[in-house]
């Protein structure tokens, strides 16, 4: 079983020693077109750099002017790339006005809370006695 094993590795050594040779073969006869290549990614890298700079500084100087005062939202996923451009003077939204303050209805089990901590509180205090306490406790839950 061991010299098997030792002739299935040697048949693979010599596989990857043979794919090795072939593929350096194929970088030396080929090597001026992977360095013409690699100069085309290089030569596009850098025109890409320099659109993009001039676009960035193209986007500042229009932002500036005539962007001056509003507010820009740009939303992708949530509003499906959304862009909107509006007055920072505009009323916002509903839910948005922060100068109104609007009270909130108190929940229904709020009372009960409320009257069943001042009870707990009189009770600690020793002013109500277990059974008043049971009595009135049992008023409020009900």
């Not at 001056?68 to 948005?96: C, W, Y």
Request: proline share 2%; with cysteine; hydrophobic share 50%.
């Amino acid at each position: 079983m061991a010299a098997f094993l030792i002739l299935i590795m040697h048949v693979a050594l010599l596989g990857s020693i043979g794919a090795l040779v072939l593929f350096f073969y194929g970088i030396v006869n080929h090597m001026a077109w992977i360095l013409l290549g690699m100069a085309c990614l290089a030569a596009a890298g850098y025109w890409f750099y320099r659109r993009i700079k001039a676009d960035s500084q193209a986007f500042r100087n229009f932002a500036g002017s005539s962007l001056q005062g509003k507010t820009v939202e740009v939303s992708f996923m949530g509003g499906l790339a959304n862009f909107r451009i509006s007055d920072s003077q505009a009323r916002p939204g509903i839910g948005h006005d922060m100068s109104m303050k609007i009270d909130k209805l108190p929940s229904p089990g709020a009372e009960n809370v409320k009257s069943l901590a001042e009870l707990a509180r009189l009770f600690e205090k020793d002013l109500i006695s277990v059974e008043e306490f049971q009595k009135a406790k049992g008023r409020i839950l009900d």
